[in-house]
T-cell receptor, first 119, second 113 residues
């Protein structure tokens, strides 16, 4: 079974600074997808960024980018120019790409990292 | 607008009662999922369904039941057998074959009183 670990329960950053959230995962599969979700105080889950394992290029969405290290099974999220609205719980998630496997389609989540942004 | 609707937003249950949480989507997604969120434990999968009239247990299915009679609907019943039901419950949907993640509902907060 796949596991996802977020080792930082809480992180903080000053407004306009850069912060990196860590995520590691364990899998024996070669085809999979990785995601970062944001959960603000409203508790609505919002997809921030996704990465296909077969792509070497790191995904980027505006101020959000990832550092995907496939061999190390690491998938960190970098938030640049942090804004007050970035304050939220962030979840890393794994989805199997193996259509014949029992885990196909299911998202496995990490424990989450609470990000605080200081003005 | 397409999306997922969960109701009610807040739900209170007495000890020994069954309660049903509603989840409806109009995205024409094949698959639907129920997750439970507790502090410090992330999201844990309760049940999922990839096609109408079929569903599978997730990691913490004990004390819960589901049905999938329509593509749009995937209600979750929290039974009296669930010993610690107080939690935040999230419903999600997706295409079965997709490179993308899920679309989530806004959640239901269940409290045992």
């Amino acid at each position: 079974a796949q596991t996802v670990t977020q080792s930082q329960p809480e992180m903080s950053v000053q407004e306009a600074e850069t912060v990196t959230l860590s995520c590691t995962y364990d899998t024996s599969e070669s085809d999979y997808y990785l995601f970062w979700y944001k959960q603000p105080p409203s508790r609505q889950m919002i997809l921030v960024i996704r990465q296909e394992a077969y792509k070497q290029q790191n995904a980027t969405e505006n101020r959000f980018s990832v550092n995907f290290q496939k061999a190390a099974k690491s998938f960190s999220l970098k938030i640049s120019d942090s804004q007050l609205g970035d304050a939220a719980m962030y979840f890393c998630a794994y989805r199997s790409g193996n259509a014949g496997g029992t885990s196909y389609g299911k998202l496995t989540f990490g424990q989450g990292t609470i990000l605080t942004v200081h003005p | 607008d397409g999306g997922i609707t969960q109701s009610p937003k807040y739900l209170f249950r007495k000890e020994g009662q069954n309660v049903t949480l509603s989840c409806e989507q109009n995205l024409n997604h094949d698959a639907m999922y129920w997750y439970r969120q507790d502090p410090g434990q992330g999201l844990r999968l309760i049940y999922y369904s990839q096609i109408v009239n079929d569903f599978q247990k997730g990691d913490i299915a004990e004390g819960y039941s589901v049905s999938r009679e329509k593509k749009e609907s995937f209600p979750l019943t929290v039974t009296s057998a669930q010993k610690n039901p107080t939690a935040f419950y999230l419903c999600a949907s997706s295409w079965t074959v997709t490179n993308y993640g899920y679309t989530f509902g806004s959640g239901t907060r269940l409290t045992v009183v």
